[in-house]
């Protein structure tokens, strides 16, 4: 292995990923009280998040699924989606929380929260697993944040072409080009090259 150009590293752990998502379901349990909160999962990379963050909130919350696709770029970055899967709950009047795996420019989120707004939601705040704020280009306000991020990531329901998702841990690819060219290079390769250094190989 001496030699060879990790293609990833562990950027958080499993454990440090659930410590994490404890501390947020914590808060979000301490800072709606007697409320009922909707948590809002948008698919499909943050189910996996969502899964782990109701239960550590350890209160009965309501969840329902959202479906969207971005337009292409063609449409420049103007954030607009079309919903390809609405939500089942009625939103008014509700503590609507949408948790999110990744929020990067933002634009997906702001012009969804402007849509779901107007359902008129008792209040309306996001919880991320991942924020990349210095990428932030919408003006959003992002309520919980998991990590922050300057880095392309997968694992834990962070993707690459659909791949990765199923990683409990979240890596950081050293060269996302590499995976622009071969999508499963972080599949076919042994795991101290993905996975280097002491006490990163997680059993
Ligand atoms: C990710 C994430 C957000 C969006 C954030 O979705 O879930 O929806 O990108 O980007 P933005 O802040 O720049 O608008 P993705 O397309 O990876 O879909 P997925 O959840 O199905 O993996």
Avoid: W
Avoid at 62 to 90: A, N, Q, W
Avoid at 113 to 127: E, H
Avoid at 172 to 179: E, G, I, Y
């Amino acid at each position: 292995m001496h030699g060879t150009v990790a293609l990833a590293r562990i950027a958080h752990t499993e454990e440090e990923i659930r410590t994490r998502v404890r501390e947020l379901g914590a808060a979000i349990r301490d800072d709606y009280g007697e409320s009922r909160p909707l948590l809002v999962s948008l698919l499909k990379g943050s189910v996996i998040f969502l899964a782990d963050l109701v239960r550590a909130t350890g209160r009965d919350c309501d969840i329902d699924f959202m479906s969207i696709s971005s337009y292409g770029p063609e449409h420049g970055l103007t954030g607009v989606v079309r919903i390809v899967k609405d939500l089942e709950e009625p939103l008014e009047g509700r503590d609507v929380l949408v948790v999110e795996d990744l929020v990067d420019t933002g634009l997906t989120l702001s012009y969804l929260v402007r849509t779901l707004r107007t359902r008129q939601p008792a209040s309306l705040k996001i919880c991320t697993l991942v924020d990349k704020a210095v990428r932030r280009i919408a003006d959003l306000d992002v309520h919980y944040v998991g990590f922050e991020s300057t880095e392309f990531l997968v694992g834990y329901g962070l993707d690459y072409q659909g791949r990765y998702r199923n990683l409990p841990h979240i890596l950081a690819v050293a060269d996302p080009s590499v995976l622009a060219s071969r999508p499963d290079a972080l599949l076919s390769r042994h795991p101290d090259l993905v996975f280097p250094g002491p006490g990163s190989r997680r059993s």
